[in-house]
């Protein structure tokens, strides 16, 4: 069974930032898409970003591209999301997820993992 564990959310102060980590567990880490995705009460969750199995291709969402970097370390099953010049609007609860399909896509239901989740809060 596969498990994802996401780590380092906090409170930070518009304009800050913070560096996401999810481990990944119970199968080869490099055979799977990873992709960071974001819920906020009452919206569908979205995509933030993906990167492809060996950390070649990364993709972005409009609102993250140019402040959010995602890479991964296939030695330590870990999958990273660097968070820099937040906004208030970035607060959420933040999800990784892992597919084992090759492509990244943006649509939640292609996911077959998910971690618990792990909040987000830019103060303004």
């Known amino acids: 069974q596969v498990q994802l564990v996401e780590s380092g959310g906090g409170l930070v102060q518009t304009g800050g930032s913070l560096r996401l980590s999810c481990v990944v567990s119970?199968?080869?880490?490099?055979?799977?898409?990873m992709a960071w995705f974001r819920q906020t009460p009452g919206k569908e969750r979205e995509f933030v970003a993906g990167?492809?199995?060996?950390?070649?291709?990364?993709y972005y969402a409009d609102s993250t591209k140019g402040r959010f970097t995602i890479s991964r370390d296939n030695t330590k099953n870990t999958v990273y999301l660097q968070m820099n010049s937040l906004k208030p609007e970035d607060t959420a609860v933040y999800y990784c997820?892992?597919?084992?399909?090759?492509?990244?896509?943006?649509?939640?239901?292609?996911?077959?993992?998910w971690g618990q989740g792990t909040q987000v809060t830019v103060s303004s």
């Open positions: 997820a892992g597919d084992r399909s090759g492509s990244v896509f943006k649509e939640r239901g292609h996911y077959d993992y």
């Open positions: 990167i492809t199995r060996g950390g070649v291709s990364q």
């Open positions: 119970g199968r080869t880490f490099s055979n799977y898409v």
